[in-house]
């Protein structure tokens, strides 16, 4: 089973027939402060939750395959854990006001505790304080406004572009001949994307490389695509572009399709399509924030908080380099959901998922 691949690899057994599991993970010396140091630890996982609680999940959309693989591990630990959950998803990052009611309907009584990847990084902040008032609201994946937020799984998203952006500076440090970049840095206003563009920006600053275009847009692929024709258009002899997994997914096949285009393809995360381009020379480095990781761990949070048992509130899988000559097994169960999984949408206690 891949859970069980997932834990060895990442984090090993906690003793010889031990039925806990311990995780390494990095914690924020500070909760909810990103800027502040990260802390190794052993995470000891639950055995088992003392209720089958049910869970209200919250994702900004299902439209590629890193949130699938969010999905995916909170699907493998809700099973593990014995909890149900339910999933709803705003439909993409400019949809606010969908995922404010969707927030909002989280507050019925069939729900003991909230999950909330959300789209918007202060958009929510009232709901979620009204919400807290009744049960636990868990961050997962994106930053947030930490108001009303009971813990978060999670990494430092500027590091995220900040390792993007350290490939580059290692192959271009200051004083080599300039490169030119376009960057996609995502849908404007997005929680995660301001701190990605931070973290991209300052780490070119120290490198040759120059952004001479810009262009944000929703994560879909169909949106991407066009966004990298335009930069094509614009910049025919652009050297590198960089971006968001679905950019780098759309740059492959728009590159691939005109002859005597050379840029070079840098993505700020992993997903299938990425690590398929990695693996194929196709795309040169794309960090890992390990999202079926994150996935888990945002249940286990959710299950501790209502149990009384929470004591690491902030916390993240540490984020990983990936080229085509560090891969592994590790990367690919802590990073990318099966091929065959579908997304789930409603899991039952001790029954099969509905998808």
């Known amino acids: ?40 630890i052993d995470y000891v ?30 699907v493998e630990e809700a099973r593990r854990l014995g909890v149900a959950f339910d999933v709803f998803e705003a439909g993409g990052y400019p949809n606010l006001a969908r995922q404010i009611e969707q927030l909002q309907g989280c507050a019925g ?10 789209v ?26 930490d108001r009303g937020i009971t813990a978060k799984a999670s990494v430092p998203w500027a590091e995220m572009g900040a390792a993007a952006g350290r490939f580059i500076a290692g192959r271009h440090p ?19 994307v301001g701190f990605v563009e931070a973290g991209f920006r300052a780490a070119i600053a120290e490198s040759s490389g120059e952004i001479v275009l810009t262009l ?28 968001s997994g679905p950019m780098a997914e759309a740059a492959v096949s728009l590159l691939r399709a005109r002859d005597g285009r050379d840029a070079r393809i840098v993505s700020t995360y992993l997903s299938h399509a990425v690590y398929r381009g990695v693996t194929r020379d196709r795309i040169l480095a794309a960090p890992t924030d390990f999202p079926v990781v994150q ?28 080229t085509a000559g560090a891969t592994g097994p590790e990367v690919v169960e802590g990073s990318l959901a099966p091929a065959s999984f579908a997304p789930v949408f409603s899991l039952e206690v001790g029954r099969a998922a509905i998808p």
């Open 1 to 40: 089973m891949r859970t069980g691949a997932l834990v060895a690899l990442l984090a090993g057994l906690a003793g010889q027939g031990a039925a806990a599991e311990t995780w390494k993970l990095e914690a924020r010396a500070v909760p909810f402060d990103d800027s502040s140091a990260a802390v190794p």
């Open 174 to 192: 200051p004083g080599s001949p300039p490169v030119t970049i376009a960057w996609f840095p995502g849908p404007k206003g997005a929680g995660w």
């Open 109 to 118: 009584a069939e729900f003991d505790a909230v999950i909330l990847g959300a």
């Open 120 to 145: 918007s990084y202060d958009g929510l902040t009232p709901a979620v304080q009204e919400i807290a008032r009744r049960k636990p609201v868990i961050a997962a994946v994106n930053d947030i406004d």
């Open 295 to 322: 996935g888990r761990l945002a249940i286990e949070m959710a299950v501790r908080a209502l149990e009384g048992s929470l004591e690491i509130r902030h916390a993240g899988p540490r984020i990983r380099v990936v």
């Open 45 to 74: 996982a639950l055995d088992r939750a003392a209720k089958p609680w049910r869970l209200c999940v919250l994702y900004p959309h299902l439209k590629d395959a890193y949130w699938l693989s969010v999905n995916y591990g909170m």
């Open 216 to 243: 944000y847009g929703d994560t879909g692929l169909e949106e991407q695509v066009l966004l990298v024709e335009e930069a094509l258009e614009a910049l025919p002899q652009v050297d590198y572009l960089v971006g």
